[in-house]
């Protein structure tokens, strides 16, 4: 009976929690517009091969562009110094690796991993370079 008490005590305190950490949600996720400007999305494409089968019921897709995109902020950065222009680089290229990673852990390729994650880093990279190259003739 202890036992039957205790859980329905500890739902209602779960739920308040639960409740404030959403109610705080939208408060934390607005952002000051300077702040969402300091941003880079970074797109990590691979593409996903898939069996085809010849059945009226299931179309042959023979392969998909399956993108991940993320952001790199720069918000803490100076963009007119260098070496801050060098930390975001190395911002860049890490989000670049860890998304091309997690894309070839969700869709695992066949047998040309290494390669593949290195063709993914690189067009991951060339996807921020425009807003990279914005931001810096911003920042002079």
Do not use: W
Request: hydrophobic share 50%.
């Amino acid at each position: 009976m202890n036992m039957y008490i205790k859980s329905v005590r500890t739902v209602p305190i779960f739920l308040a929690i639960a409740g404030l950490s959403l109610a705080a949600t939208p408060l934390a996720a607005q952002e000051e517009p300077e702040t969402l400007e300091k941003l880079v999305v970074v797109q990590a494409p691979v593409v996903v091969e898939r069996k085809s089968e010849n059945r009226a019921s299931h179309p042959v897709i023979p392969s998909e562009i399956v993108e991940l995109k993320r952001q790199v902020s720069f918000a803490d950065l100076d963009l007119a110094d260098s070496a801050d222009v060098m930390e975001l680089d190395a911002r860049i290229e890490a989000i670049a690796e860890d998304s091309c990673e997690m894309l070839a852990e969700m869709f695992p390729f066949d047998g040309t991993g290494k390669a593949e994650i290195h063709r993914c880093m690189k067009r991951a990279i060339a996807s921020a370079l425009d807003q990279k190259e914005r931001a810096i003739a911003a920042a002079h």
